[in-house]
């Protein structure tokens, strides 16, 4: 059944849906309120202590030689102890990143890998690629557990949900489709085909799908509301993102540009800019404390701005050529960048490694 259009506030269309997956889990804790900068007089008896200021990652602590070709995108897993790296060779490999070992190689695609992710419990993986198949694997063994066909194009991106029961996959044919892990049934058990074109980056809270398209479109899907929250961009979608503490979108297009949405009324908050971002996907993300907006950048380097002033805190040179992708530690100030062949792996400056992890 399709939706049908409800009413619309603040430029936004807003959409009921009929949704059959649900998602369950704890809420943030963390509040990030960007309109009131300073707190309400009256409302503590104590001052806050104050809060250390956030460091970045500027020091270069390791570099992976993949070997997988060039490397189309880097992925923490949910405790930031290893990460996935996607290769053009067909392979997926898992890392521990601070001591650049390598524990497993994934083979089974059919052609390049670029997107994977992590189950909450670290025993599965997912992965899409230009085969247009999305893989479950299993962690341990190295194997295929399942793999599920029915795109009509490249898989751009994947996610679990939270209990990883369901994957969630995004193709250049412009469609969502959702997958039961637990079913041994071939088809999805539900297609999100609203987008006009490819979809770009698909994320996934507890009870909410976060969509990027090509058609200029973020999407955000409610599913215990049952409703669809579309903000229109206005230049293609790269890639989008929750913050940390869950009440903001972060967006990234072609026109060189970061967006901040407010996620209840898609007002817009803030923009960032001066990298580069013209031709290729790139990842965007928020520091583990939802403190700076970060972004790769074809320029060879990874931008770094002040959420609430919108200011450049740092461009930290990278290489030379574009940086593909970058991952965010969850709850360190940790940084994955993905250019070429390799991945290196970005500490803050008083970092010290423990002996092997450095």
């Known amino acids: 059944m399709k939706p049908e259009e409800t009413g619309s506030r603040s430029g936004r269309t807003i959409i009921g849906l009929h949704p059959s997956v649900g998602f369950q889990g704890a809420e943030s804790s963390v509040h990030t309120d960007l309109k009131r900068r300073g707190r309400d007089p009256g409302t503590m008896a104590f001052p806050e ?17 993949c070997g997988q070709g060039a490397v189309r995108a880097v992925r923490f897993n949910v405790d930031g102890n290893y990460c996935l790296t996607c290769g053009s060779d067909k392979t997926l490999k898992l ?15 059919g052609y390049e890998v670029l997107d994977a992710a992590g189950s909450f419990d670290n025993s599965s993986l997912c992965s899409g690629g230009g085969d ?36 969630l996959s995004g193709s250049i044919d412009s469609s969502i489709r959702c997958w039961d892990c637990r079913s041994r049934r071939p088809e999805p058990v539900q297609t999100l085909d609203e987008a006009r074109d490819g979809v770009s980056c698909v994320k996934v809270s507890d009870h909410e799908v976060l969509a990027g398209s090509v058609d200029g479109r973020v999407r955000r899907y409610d599913l215990r509301k049952g409703q669809l929250f579309s903000d229109y961009v206005g230049s293609p979608i790269t890639c989008t993102c929750f913050s940390r503490d869950g009440q903001c979108t972060l967006v990234s297009s072609l026109d060189s540009t970061l967006r901040l949405l407010d996620k209840d009324t898609g007002e817009l908050l803030g923009e960032y800019k001066g990298h580069k971002n013209q031709e ?63 991945v290196h792996c970005w500490r803050e400056e008083a970092y010290e490694a423990e002996d092997g992890a450095g």
């Open 280 to 342: 290729y996907k790139l990842d965007c993300c928020l520091s583990e404390r939802d403190t700076h907006v970060v972004s790769c950048s074809e320029d060879g380097k990874v931008f770094f701005w002040d959420l609430v002033e919108g200011a450049l805190a740092l461009a930290l040179p990278v290489g030379h050529g574009v940086v593909q992708s970058l991952a965010y530690h969850p709850t360190e100030p940790c940084l994955l960048t993905a250019m070429g062949g390799s």
């Open 95 to 109: 890392w521990n990143p601070l001591r650049g070992t390598l524990l497993r190689t994934y083979s089974g695609h």
């Open 49 to 65: 202590p104050k809060p250390r200021p956030p460091e970045l990652p500027q020091k270069r602590l390791k570099t992976l030689d």
């Open 132 to 167: 247009k198949a999305v893989v479950l694997w299993d962690v341990a063994s190295g194997q295929v557990v399942r793999k599920f066909r029915g795109h009509a194009g490249k898989v751009n991106t994947v996610q679990f949900n939270e209990e990883a029961t369901v994957i």
